[in-house]
């Protein structure tokens, strides 16, 4: 069997068993495995082929692995959801609102609300922003 042919079915073996794993470990060796059976494929010797694999290798771990880990590892705060994802959000006041009640539109839904300084109020038709989500009432203020 010729060289390129092992290698390549190399790095499918291991291309397929990164995709079960997610660890990149295996993809980067799959990728030299790869470049390796190019290398062949031009007519390099074994020990060219070799010396391709360990450089693509080391330029992947070196390179791509770092890249993959950053996007992996993303920071809790950037992923807000549920009522904390409406915190800082604008909102349409429906109805005035003032420090006992109201009601706003809040990205397409009807919220009630009260306003941030309860001795503020709020007409109708006026833009404002979420500081806070107590329970189903959004504490809001008016942008300036």
Known sequence: ???WI????FA?????????TL???????GGAA????????????IPLQLLVFTASLVAGVIVVRPIAKR??????????FGIQA???KSAYVLREVNGREGRVQIGGEEW???????????????????IEIEGATALVYPRE
């Open 34 to 45: 790869l470049f390796a059976s190019i290398a062949a494929v031009i007519g390099l010797p």
């Open 112 to 130: 009630s609300a009260k306003a941030y300084d309860e001795t503020l109020v709020i007409p109708a038709g006026a833009i404002v922003d979420v």
């Open 86 to 88: 409406l915190v800082g």
């Open 23 to 29: 660890t990149t470990a295996l993809g980067l060796i």
């Open 12 to 20: 499918v073996v291991l291309g397929v068993a990164e995709i079960f």
């Open 71 to 80: 996007h992996l590892k993303l920071p809790p705060s950037n992923q807000r």
């Open 1 to 3: 069997m010729d060289d």
């Open 6 to 9: 092992i290698w390549l079915i």
